[in-house]
């Protein structure tokens, strides 16, 4: 097991920069073994633990001043069943890595988000979706997970073993204890056709239901400071394949939506009063375009322009409201925001702490360039979201507390009862848990 230095002589930082802790100490467990022993360790010290993936969490969920449990060397494939239609992985392996091992065995999840940079259990822990009418998030598709917790015990859970706690810790914030490996439903591997083009606000509001209902998977980027969206749509098909071609996608996913985005956004941090232009130049760059690719293909994309981000869940049907009154608090408040809102849906599902938990759910997400004052217009969208019963995403910034999260989850006293039994001293607490579930 690597251990870094006793003294607090690192600091780790999230992927954007926001966050930042100084542990006491890391090490990088190999197996669930060693991860054990270095939680009995640090419960006998009277040292936190938390473990970390790749840091695109914009919340300090991971942040220790304890001992941080580093990915790097917990990771690969440790099990494929065709049979019963299922991988397991180790909890620090990358999303991207998953991807491409399953691809190679022809294999796929039926649905992910659109980032892939993520470990497993790092997704799954904060509730990462992508977009679907009827597939679910990461967290939905675990059929079965391994466990350390507080006392170095590892718990396999699954709808059949441990089912109380297989329920909550698909998705637990990392407060039941330390995932060290998760297995995934997974299918043949297949196809889909990806459909990209322009729409106008106006019509993708108004035809908001049907564009989700007729399509698996369908979302949608607005333009602030403009009456701009691009939509995409994604459905399976029978082929052939028909994936971007080098040039056409190294300018789209690269040039327009990395290169020249990054300059954009730079240029209107510099200077705002130019960003609703650029934002109406920039939602007429992107063109229509069809290709047809494998799953990871389709629905990941490179992030390299960085930013902050809040997103909140609401009940589907709240969806358009919430992002009309969005839009008017934008045109009337003298904000400038340079990045898309994006508008997600999925299916509810079963799991206690998921945003979707108990109801069909719309994600609208806000972003902006990182360095740039973000805080008024993410209080003034928060009260938009909370208003329509909105439920914060655990990986992205709000202001939400323990109080309205119990108000909002049905089933919030589930989780923290099970948090009390297998974590009563809080060994996997910090100063995040404690606002959002309670002491």
Not at 52 to 72: D, K, N, V, W
Not at 280 to 297: E, G, N, V
């Amino acid at each position: 097991m690597t251990v870094t230095g006793a003294a607090r002589e690192s600091v780790w930082r999230n992927w954007a920069g926001n966050v930042e802790a100084r542990p006491v100490r890391s090490v990088a467990p190999a197996s669930t073994e060693e991860l054990a022993t270095a939680v009995q360790q640090a419960a006998s010290e009277g040292l936190p633990v938390k473990a970390a993936g790749t840091g695109h969490s914009f919340t300090p969920a991971a942040a220790t001043e304890g001992l941080l449990i580093r990915p790097e060397r917990l990771t690969g494939i440790r099990r494929v069943d065709r049979a019963a239609g299922t991988v397991t992985v180790a909890a620090g392996t990358p999303l991207k890595d998953m991807n491409a091992a399953l691809s190679a065995h022809g294999l796929s999840l039926a649905n992910m988000g659109d980032i892939m940079e993520q470990t497993v259990s790092g997704a799954t822990s904060t509730g990462t979706h992508g977009t679907g009418r009827d597939s679910a998030s990461l967290s939905a598709q675990i059929v079965a997970l391994e466990l350390v917790t507080a006392d170095g015990s590892v718990l396999r859970c699954s709808a059949q073993e441990n089912a109380d706690v297989f329920a909550a810790a698909r998705l637990g914030l990392g407060a039941l204890g330390v995932l060290t490996e998760l297995t995934f439903a997974v299918e043949p591997e297949f196809l889909l056709a990806a459909r990209e083009e322009p729409m106008p606000f106006d019509r993708v509001t108004a035809d908001f239901d049907a564009l989700v209902a007729e399509n698996e998977h369908f979302e949608f980027y607005w333009f602030p400071h403009t009456g701009n969206c691009n939509t995409k749509r994604n459905n399976r098909s029978q082929g052939p394949a028909a994936p971007n071609g080098a040039v056409s996608g190294w300018v789209e996913d690269e040039l327009l939506s990395n290169g020249v985005f990054q300059v954009a956004c730079a240029v209107g941090k510099a200077l705002p009063a130019t960003i609703p232009g650029i934002a109406k130049l920039s939602s007429r760059a992107l063109s229509a375009r069809t290709y047809t690719d494998i799953p990871y293909k389709v629905f990941t994309s490179p992030r390299r322009v960085r930013f902050v981000e809040m997103e909140y869940a609401v009940p589907r049907e709240a969806a358009v409201a919430a992002l009309q009154e969005l839009r008017a608090l934008i045109e009337r408040s003298g904000f400038r925001i340079s990045f898309p809102v994006e508008v997600r849906t999925a299916p509810g599902d079963d799991i206690p702490l998921s945003t979707a938990s108990g109801r069909d759910t719309a994600y609208i997400a806000m972003h902006m360039y990182r360095g740039t004052p973000h805080e008024a217009y993410f209080t003034a969208a928060e009260r938009i979201m909370t208003a329509h019963g909105g439920r914060p995403h655990w990986g992205k910034l709000h202001t939400r507390d323990a109080e309205y999260l119990a108000a909002a989850y049905p089933r919030f006293g589930e989780f923290t009862a099970l948090r009390d039994r297998l974590d009563p001293q809080r060994v996997f607490g910090n100063a995040y848990l404690r606002r959002v579930l309670g002491d």
